[in-house]
């Protein structure tokens, strides 16, 4: 029930972790680069065109630079959106309240409720087993004291009653 939201939230912070690490490692060389071409570019432009129209110059060639790079990161934002999209109506697709809510929704709904559970009891056994196993190592020092407690509490109890039953 939860997975699309959390799917969808893994694709948030992964999306985000990748293009700030690219941001980082590129920032520091980038800007020293920046400042030296920005240098040269303005001592060109004072000299050809004048303090006034080359200062003009530069600051129109920064506003074209500034209008693509915000389109383009807008554009890459709408295609990362709609594969995160596509991703969630993928796990809607396969998820179990779907499906009730398909069955709920047909013309027979008692045989579409029966076939889906035909069709999902295999998996959900094998997968309540799985976990039964995987989780059976982690408690078993819990279960065996727990049937060791059974079995002293019980003979208390018959030792106290001297084995008399109620």
Do not use: C
């Not at 400042?35 to 004048?50: D, H, K, R, S, T």
């Amino acid at each position: 029930m939860f997975e699309p939201m959390i799917k969808r939230a893994e694709n948030a912070v992964g999306a985000t972790i990748t293009r700030l690490s690219g941001n980082a490692m590129a920032a520091v060389p980038l800007l020293i680069a920046f400042g030296f071409a920005l240098a040269a570019v303005a001592y060109w432009a004072n000299e050809a065109l004048g303090p006034l129209f080359g200062n003009l110059a530069i600051a129109g060639a920064f506003l074209v630079i500034a209008l693509v790079v915000y389109g383009y990161a807008r554009r890459r934002e709408a295609v990362q959106q709609a594969r995160a999209s596509a991703e969630l109506a993928a796990l809607t697709e396969a998820s179990p309240i779907t499906a009730i809510q398909r069955a709920l929704q047909s013309s027979n709904v008692s045989q579409a409720l029966y076939d889906m559970a035909r069709n999902v009891a295999p998996t959900a056994a094998k997968t309540a087993a799985v976990s039964a196993l995987r989780a059976a190592p982690r408690n078993l020092p819990l279960l065996v004291g727990a049937g060791l407690g059974l079995m002293v509490a019980s003979r208390l109890v018959d030792a106290w009653t001297n084995g008399r039953r109620h």
